[in-house]
Nanobody
Framework: QVQLVESGGGLVQVGGSLRLSCAAS????????VGWFRQTPGKEREFVAV????????YDRDSALGRFRISRDIAENKVFLQMNNLKPEDTAVYYC?????????????????WGQGTQVTVSS
């Protein structure tokens, strides 16, 4: 079983950048597909980006493509989400999640393990 802890959230101005980290313990992350999701009050958790353990990344076309980048550091057992050109609508709690599925899954139900989340607030 893997445990996940997110960090790196905070308050940033419009157009700024943040780098979120997802640190894993218990198992190596290179055996999991890892996704980033976000959630705002009253809304469902939504997919942002995913990194497959067999390679390849995928992004939500509307929210992340072209602005966010997901990456892995195998030695540190971490997955990162670099977020650039942030907008007020990016304000949310961001979660990382791990899945044993080998494909680039995008649904909350495909992920078995979740972190506690980190708040990102973009001010205008």
């Amino acid at each position: 079983q893997v445990q996940l802890v997110e960090s790196g959230g905070g308050l940033v101005q419009v157009g700024g950048s943040l780098r979120l980290s997802c640190a894993a313990s218990g198992r190596p992350l290179d055996t999991y597909t890892v996704g980033w999701f976000r959630q705002t009050p009253g809304k469902e958790r939504e997919f942002v980006a995913v990194s497959g353990y067999k390679g390849g990344n995928s992004y939500d076309r509307d929210s992340a493509l072209g602005r966010f980048r997901i990456s892995r550091d195998i030695a540190e057992n971490k997955v990162f989400l670099q977020m650039n050109n942030l907008k007020p609508e990016d304000t949310a709690v961001y979660y990382c999640a791990a899945s044993t599925r080998a494909i680039l899954v995008r649904h909350v139900s495909d992920y078995e393990y979740w972190g506690q989340g980190t708040q990102v607030t973009v001010s205008s």
